[in-house]
T-cell receptor, first 112, second 113 residues
Framework: LAKTTQPISMDSYEGQEVNITCSHN???????ITWYQQFPSQGPRFIIQ???TKVTNEVASLFIPADRKSSTLSLPRVSLSDTAVYYC?????????????FGTGTRLKVLA | ETGVTQTPRHLVMGMTNKKSLKCEQH?????MYWYKQSAKKPLELMFV???????ENNSVPSRFSPECPNSSHLFLHLHTLQPEDSALYLC????????????FGPGTRLTVL
């Protein structure tokens, strides 16, 4: 099972770009990489998902190098409301292998 | 509002009690999940249901018993729990198993005395 490692915490200022890197050295061939955001007293909220190279949506980008042993979530121009815990997870939920491994999360604090 | 509701939001129970957590999704999804989130520990996937059939039980103790009567409802029956079972229990759903977005409910904060 792929174990993930993330920085415990990060601070940033409003308007800056934030990059959070996740290490997953034992990622399996059929594993995807997914990032979630969680605010206090709420369930996690999906941000982005990818398998390789780069994925971009309206809120973030996900960079995955060719060896897939790490990934980087990029949040452009963060605001105070982006203060939350960000989880990286790897895994697959397909027949025969329902394994989702969450990291311990990165607590991002955005300062004014 | 994610379209996934959980009740109760808070629950305190003794070790000899029997209680149930309820989850309901209004998204027309075919897959539902139970997760456990303990303080300072990663989220742990407990159970996976696909089309009302349990397809995964990640070595969860038998004192946790899931039930999925239909694709919209998921229950977690609790009995003879231990204090270390105190945690936030999260329900999630997705269109299907496989990859894609999971929608989480707000969770039930469980305290076992």
């Amino acid at each position: 099972l792929a174990k993930t490692t993330q920085p415990i915490s990060m601070d940033s200022y409003e308007g800056q770009e934030v990059n959070i890197t996740c290490s997953h050295n034992n990622i399996a061939t059929n594993d995807y990489i997914t990032w979630y955001q969680q605010f206090p007293s709420q369930g996690p909220r999906f941000i982005i998902q990818g398998y390789k190279t780069k994925v971009t949506n309206e809120v973030a980008s996900l960079f995955i190098p060719a060896d897939r042993k790490s990934s980087t979530l990029s949040l452009p121009r963060v605001s105070l409301s982006d203060t939350a815990v960000y989880y990286c997870l790897v895994g697959a939920l397909t027949s025969g292998t329902y394994k989702y491994i969450f990291g311990t999360g990165t607590r991002l604090k955005v300062l004014a | 509002e994610t379209g996934v509701t959980q009740t109760p939001r808070h629950l305190v129970m003794g070790m000899t009690n029997k209680k149930s957590l309820k989850c309901e999704q209004h998204l027309g999804h075919n897959a539902m999940y139970w997760y456990k989130q303990s303080a300072k520990k990663p989220l742990e996937l407990m159970f996976v249901y696909s089309l009302e059939e349990r397809v995964e039980n990640n070595s969860v103790p038998s004192r946790f018993s899931p039930e999925c009567p239909n694709s919209s409802h998921l229950f977690l029956h609790l009995h003879t729990l231990q204090p270390e079972d105190s945690a936030l229990y999260l329900c999630a759903s997705s269109a299907s198993t496989g990859m894609g977005e999971q929608f989480f409910g707000p969770g039930t904060r469980l305290t076992v005395l």
